[in-house]
């Protein structure tokens, strides 16, 4: 029999916490359905109340969010020292906030306690046990977040036992034990977490929630598990402020894959990396190539000894299937590929090629290598490649001309391009302004194709990198653009290699914009 561990999604709390990212209340809407999707158990929103912003977002959520597999929590904390309950603006919120469960930050440290909300340890428990009767007297499942929970438990056990127990005689149905500042190991945690199991464990679920200052968030919330912790809470792509939360894209498939754990329904790991990836879409912040499970270098196999002896066994190099967690596996292509990485490319691109059409692939890959051109990191260019070689031809459009104008007008630059395009026996002629030339030609040339091409404009591009190769020569050099794209299911990156920087651009957009319409959803 398996066990069920609860997942406890706080992105759009703690993960909004990392630096350079924030989010609209639209954003998080998406990213809450996005949960939901996955199948997360619990869905933190946020304060209620907090600010303009958060007040908006429980009030759509309310009534915009449809959620049929996850329980939306709202979160506050424990009434102030000396305070009344029923007096209490935050717990107020909570209530206010309408839904099912309430999550509340309690101290159980004492040093907090004492120092930072300068009160006895007597009130810090009675500030507990009165919140967590009030919300549950109000009808709300109660979760209790214990703030500092293992750096309090190494100075005075005794205390953290008292601030558990008040939640758990009150009916809290979590006490979620917290490494606030991170800096906790494995060993100690799987230890206190176990003396914790043996005090209450009978009596209340045990939740972890880490963050990752010792690159131990993982690590620690399975040692958590371990310890008898039935409840996980962490952030997807293991965002948070500082080095981050515990990642549950990597603890999710670690407990299900590995242990035989349960975390997700039946059926919804396998939209693991969809979702990791389309929320660091919606926040704007690229999943790191290579996190576990989900990066797109995940599962990708570099040209080399093992790769004819991956096409025998894929099994002995991937130490999961890459489909449980909707990944994939890839086969990363350079000039030092030899015969048999082309070849399976090929099958995995569902392509045919004898040997002749294999031996001009990889003369054409040295050429252009050579050239500057770097097809690891651009698999949509070389996707393109091998399908010239045999003997395709995109007839998507065909680029009669381009011109792109820069110039300056009392102290303003302008930026003009024009593109004249055919698509079948038409001839379409665009221009577009831009916040510069490479905006400029990317509007110009969707416009232009766009009109035959309605899905165009799903796609949009996500980064564009300029990398100055043969530095030596300065404005002379050669140039290399890498330019990503995305139509919100796929991302592909393409590549262009020039000594003109807007040559190099075009050829990038060209190709991504022929790459999109390759793999354009048949409707
Ligand atoms: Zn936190």
């Given at each position: 029999m398996s066990t069920t561990v609860e997942i406890f999604d706080t992105t759009l709390r703690d993960g909004l916490q990392v630096e350079g990212v924030s989010a609209t209340v639209e954003d998080k809407l998406r990213i809450a359905e996005q949960l939901d999707h996955l199948g997360v158990q619990y869905i933190e929103g946020g304060w209620p109340g907090a600010n303009p912003k958060d007040i908006e977002f429980f009030a759509r959520a309310a009534t915009e969010l449809?959620?049929?597999?996850?329980?939306?929590?709202?979160?506050?904390?424990?009434?102030?020292?000396r305070g009344k309950v029923d007096e209490d603006q935050t717990l107020q919120h909570l209530l206010d906030a309408n839904t099912r469960a309430v999550c509340i930050v309690a101290k159980?440290?004492?040093?907090?306690?004492?120092?930072?909300?300068?009160?006895?340890?007597?009130?810090?428990?009675?500030?507990?046990?009165?919140?967590?009767?009030?919300?549950?007297?109000?009808?709300?499942?109660?979760?209790?977040?214990?703030?500092?929970?293992?750096?309090?438990?190494?100075d005075n056990p005794e205390f953290s036992f008292r601030a558990l127990e008040a939640a758990v005689l009150k009916g809290a149905t979590h006490v979620v034990l917290c490494d606030t500042n991170g800096g906790s190991l494995p060993h100690e945690v799987e230890e206190i977490v176990t003396r914790?199991?043996?005090?209450?464990?009978?009596?209340?679920?045990?939740?972890?929630?880490?963050?990752?200052?010792?690159?131990?968030?993982?690590?620690?919330?399975?040692?958590?598990?371990?310890?008898?912790?039935?409840?996980?809470?962490?952030?997807?792509?293991?965002?948070?402020?500082?080095?981050?939360?515990?990642?549950?894209?990597?603890?999710?498939?670690?407990?299900?894959?590995?242990?035989?754990?349960?975390?997700?329904?039946?059926?919804?790991?396998?939209?693991?990396?969809v979702v990791s990836h389309r929320v660091a879409e919606t926040l704007n912040r690229a999943v790191n190539p290579q996190s576990p499970y989900v990066g797109s270098s995940a599962f990708a196999h570099k040209a080399g000894l093992h790769v004819s002896a991956i096409v025998r066994a894929k099994d002995a190099y991937e130490h999961v299937d890459p489909q449980l967690v909707g990944n994939d596996t890839r086969f990363v292509v350079s000039e030092m590929a030899g015969r048999a990485t082309i070849q399976m490319k090929a099958d995995d691109l569902g392509l045919e090629m004898d040997g002749a059409v294999i031996n001009t692939v990889i003369d054409e890959l040295k050429r252009l290598e050579h050239e500057g051109y770097h097809f690891e990191a651009a698999d949509a260019s070389l996707e393109l490649l091998m399908r010239r070689a045999t003997g395709w031809k995109q007839d998507y459009f065909e680029v009669?001309?381009?011109?792109?104008?820069?110039?300056?007008?009392?102290?303003?630059?302008?930026?003009?391009?024009?593109?004249?395009?055919?698509?079948?026996?038409?001839?379409?002629?665009?221009?577009?302004?831009?916040?510069?030339?490479?905006?400029?030609?990317?509007t110009a040339l969707r416009r232009a194709v766009?009109?035959?091409?309605?899905?165009?404009?799903?796609?949009?591009?996500?980064d564009y990198k300029v990398r100055i190769l043969d530095g030596g020569e300065a404005t002379g050099a050669v140039t290399r653009v890498l330019l990503s794209a995305t139509d919100g299911i796929r991302d592909w990156t393409t590549i262009g290699v020039s000594s003109n920087i807007i040559e190099a651009s075009w050829r990038a957009l060209e190709e991504s914009v022929v790459?999109?319409?390759?793999?354009?959803?048949?409707?």
């Open positions: 449809h959620l049929t597999t996850s329980t939306f929590v709202a979160f506050g904390s424990t009434r102030r020292p159980s440290s004492d040093y907090h306690v004492t120092e930072a909300l300068k009160t006895t340890l007597d009130e810090g428990a009675a500030m507990i046990a009165d919140s967590v009767e009030f919300l549950t007297g109000n009808g709300r499942q109660v979760l209790v977040d214990m703030e500092h929970f293992f750096d309090g438990f190494k914790v199991n043996a005090h209450v464990g009978n009596d209340v679920i045990i939740g972890i929630h880490c963050h990752d200052d010792t690159g131990c968030a993982v690590a620690n919330s399975m040692a958590a598990v371990r310890g008898g912790a039935r409840h996980v809470q962490g952030t997807l792509n293991g965002l948070g402020e500082r080095t981050g939360n515990a990642n549950l894209t990597t603890i999710i498939p670690n407990l299900q894959l590995k242990q035989d754990f349960i975390c997700l329904p039946e059926g919804r790991l396998e939209r693991l990396t009669e001309s381009m011109r792109v104008i820069t110039d300056e007008v009392s102290d303003t630059f302008n930026t003009e391009a024009t593109v004249k395009v055919w698509i079948g026996e038409e001839r379409f002629v665009f221009t577009a302004e831009g916040n510069g030339p490479v905006n400029a030609i990317d766009g009109r035959a091409y309605p899905h165009l404009e799903n796609i949009h591009l996500t790459y999109g319409l390759l793999h354009a959803p048949v409707s």
